[in-house]
C-alpha cells in the first residue's frame, strides 16, 4: 500500500499557474506507474496526467496539453503537477494516485492508492 500527501492547491485567477505536489510513502517510490486525476462537481473523476514507473512514458489528458506539466523527483519520493496558463473550467479537486501496475493508465480502477485531494479553484 502507497501513503500519498497533497499539496499546492488554492485559488487563482485565470492565466496564472499552480504547482501541485504529491509526496508517497511505503512502496518503494518509482516501483508503479502515478498519476494525477481531478473531479468537478458533478462530474466524473479523470486522469489529467499520468507518469510511468520510470518516467519514460507521459500522458496528458487533451484539454491540459501543452499547459500541464507532470514530473517526479525520485530522491524526494515526490511527483508534481506544474498547471500554466490555468482556465476556469479547470477548477476541481485534484487527487494523486498510485498505480497497481508500472505504466500509465487513465482507468480509476488501475489505482490503488490515492491522496485526499486538494481543491484548486480558478477564477475567471
Known amino acids: 500500500q502507497v501513503q500519498l500527501v497533497e499539496s499546492g492547491g488554492g485559488l487563482v485567477q485565470a492565466g496564472g499557474s499552480l504547482r501541485l505536489s504529491c509526496t508517497a510513502s511505503?512502496?518503494?517510490?518509482?516501483?508503479?506507474?502515478m498519476g494525477w486525476f481531478r473531479q468537478a462537481p458533478g462530474k466524473e473523476r479523470e486522469l489529467v496526467a499520468g507518469?510511468?514507473?520510470?518516467?519514460?512514458?507521459?500522458n496528458y489528458t487533451d484539454s491540459v496539453k501543452r499547459r500541464f506539466a507532470i514530473s517526479g523527483d525520485n530522491a524526494k519520493n515526490t511527483i508534481y503537477l506544474q498547471k500554466n496558463s490555468l482556465k476556469h473550467e479547470d477548477t476541481a479537486v485534484y487527487y494523486c494516485?498510485?498505480?497497481?501496475?508500472?505504466?500509465?493508465?487513465?482507468?480509476?480502477?488501475?489505482?490503488?492508492?490515492w491522496g485526499q485531494g486538494t481543491q484548486v479553484t480558478v477564477s475567471s
Open positions: 511505503g512502496r518503494t517510490f518509482g516501483s508503479y506507474g
Open positions: 507518469i510511468s514507473w520510470n518516467g519514460f512514458r507521459i
Open positions: 494516485a498510485a498505480s497497481t501496475g508500472l505504466g500509465v493508465t487513465s482507468r480509476t480502477a488501475d489505482f490503488g492508492s
